[in-house]
T-cell receptor
Framework: QKEVEQNSGPLSVPEGAIASLNCTYS??????FFWYRQYSGKSPELIMF????GDKEDGRFTAQLNKASQYVSLLIRDSQPSDSATYLC??????????FGPGTRLSVLP | DVKVTQSSRYLVKRTGEKVFLECVQD?????MFWYRQDPGLGLRLIYF???????EKGDIPEGYSVSREKKERFSLILESASTNQTSMYLC????????????FGSGTRLTVV
């Protein structure tokens, strides 16, 4: 059974701080990794994907991947109250399906 | 802008009814998926389809069936609705290729009474 694990949170950070969200996965054959943001009552929206070891930056977001440790993270710099949401980690293997983690709830305090 | 459209945002159905949830995408994607999302259980895959008239069971297919007669449309059918099928249902589509993520519809919150 392929598994993706995340701390459920809530993770609380003050406005302007860096939020660090972590995800581990069990399948070494996993190929690409996605971060979704889900606001309460809304559907998930894609914010980042990464498939190579190292860092990938997009605005205030940085995704980090370490395949040897089977670990992927999302950093949010200069956190804003509007970043308060649940963040889902998703992992794709050689097929078309994703395995989603349970999500981490982030709360950015003004 | 890429779109996945689910026909209903909220539905209330009675136990034993046959329920149809419709999903349409305008991106010419081959892959379409139905998930349900419940508090504490996360997203669980019900069924998916890689092509027209093709379907595969996901992790929790019991009590559900699907239909994909056209590439853009993927329907989820609850054969005889039960209260434990009260949930948020999310449709998603995805193109081919490793860098493509899922695009989700806005979801259907189904309540079975």
């Amino acid at each position: 059974q392929k598994e993706v694990e995340q701390n459920s949170g809530p993770l609380s950070v003050p406005e302007g701080a860096i939020a660090s969200l972590n995800c581990t996965y069990s399948d070494r054959g996993s190929q690409s990794f996605f971060w979704y943001r889900q606001y309460s009552g809304k559907s998930p929206e894609l914010i980042m994907f990464i498939y190579s070891n190292g860092d990938k930056e997009d605005g205030r977001f940085t995704a980090q991947l370490n395949k040897a440790s089977q670990y992927v993270s999302l950093l949010i710099r200069d956190s804003q109250p509007s970043d308060s949401a649940t963040y889902l980690c998703a992992v794709r293997d050689y097929g078309q399906n994703f395995v989603f983690g349970p999500g981490t709830r982030l709360s950015v305090l003004p | 802008d890429v779109k996945v459209t689910q026909s209903s945002r909220y539905l209330v159905k009675r136990t034993g009814e046959k329920v149809f949830l419709e999903c349409v995408q305008d991106m010419d994607h081959e892959n379409m998926f139905w998930y349900r999302q419940d508090p504490g259980l996360g997203l669980r895959l019900i069924y998916f389809s890689y092509d027209v008239k093709m379907k595969e069971k996901g992790d929790i297919p019991e009590g559900y069936s699907v239909s994909r007669e056209k590439k853009e449309r993927f329907s989820l059918i609850l054969e005889s609705a039960s209260t434990n099928q009260t949930s948020m249902y999310l449709c998603a589509s995805r193109g081919q290729g490793g860098s493509y993520g899922y695009t989700f519809g806005s979801g259907t919150r189904l309540t079975v009474v």
